[in-house]
């Protein structure tokens, strides 16, 4: 598990308007600066304190014995607390592990989190300029890991989009390849014509041309029948009028 899907997990819980949440707080500013917590959060509520919680965020074992080993270096924020947790990923602390009294401890998997161990109440000292400035210069920035989660997530949002977009395309593509050799075979068995890599297109174009001509001329003229009675009437009416020519020159 990474930091950053701890700090999410954070966020997700205390978040507006009950809470107020900053990571990456120091003790203060400048060179007055001495150590930093991962993450603070102060109650918004009146009634409940306006309690002030302090966060380390450990994801390996090492960095947690580092953590244990010396655990006054939690105080320089520690003393501005009402209460100390450690946030870890669910089963990275042992039973062997010696964990302050007054720390708690909050357990995280799936992107939520609960308290394995409840944090005893502390009595904070009065907050000093320096450390409210150190708090105010937090609530500006994005911690670093979780920004990149959000890019990356945004990333693979994208990826995702284009791949399914991708796989429809492709079948798509696919449906209509399928349908048009279903038309070729089928035009080459109801005509005869091959149409391969070596096929005669432009002689097999101009039959079809002119196949298309006859049918728009057969449409055109009411069809080749009626032409023809046309032309026989005209016969008709020719030979009509010759053969009265011929009876008017035998009789003068």
Request: charged share 30%.
């Amino acid at each position: 598990m990474k930091s950053s899907e701890i700090c999410a997990a954070l966020r997700d819980r205390y978040k507006q308007p009950e809470w107020a949440l900053f990571f990456e707080v120091g003790s203060g500013t400048g060179a007055n600066c001495r150590r930093h917590a991962d993450a603070l959060a102060m109650n918004m509520y009146p009634s409940r304190g306006l309690s002030i919680v302090g966060f380390e965020i450990k994801v390996s074992r090492g960095d947690l014995k580092r953590e244990l080993e010396n655990p006054v270096k939690a105080e320089e924020i520690a003393r501005f607390c009402n209460e100390w947790f450690l946030a870890v990923p669910e089963g990275l602390i042992k039973d062997d592990d010696l964990i302050p009294a007054a720390w708690g401890v909050i357990e995280c998997k799936d992107g939520r989190i609960w308290i394995n161990k409840k944090a005893e109440q502390l009595k904070p000292q009065p907050i000093t300029k320096q450390f409210m400035a150190a708090v105010l210069r937090a609530a500006g920035k994005v911690d670093e890991e979780t920004f990149h989660a959000a890019i990356n997530q945004e990333r693979n949002e994208c990826y995702k989009q284009y791949e399914e977009n991708l796989k429809s395309q492709v079948e798509m593509q696919t449906k209509r390849l399928r349908e048009t050799l279903k038309n070729y075979e089928q035009f080459e068995q109801l005509t005869g014509e091959k149409i391969g890599a070596y096929a005669d297109v432009e002689g097999l174009a101009e039959r079809w041309k002119l196949a298309t001509n006859i049918k728009q001329l057969y449409g055109k003229y009411d069809g080749i029948k009626a032409v023809l009675r046309q032309a026989e009437r005209f016969v008709d009416s020719t030979k009509k009028i010759i053969g009265e020519e011929t009876t008017q020159t035998k009789e003068a």
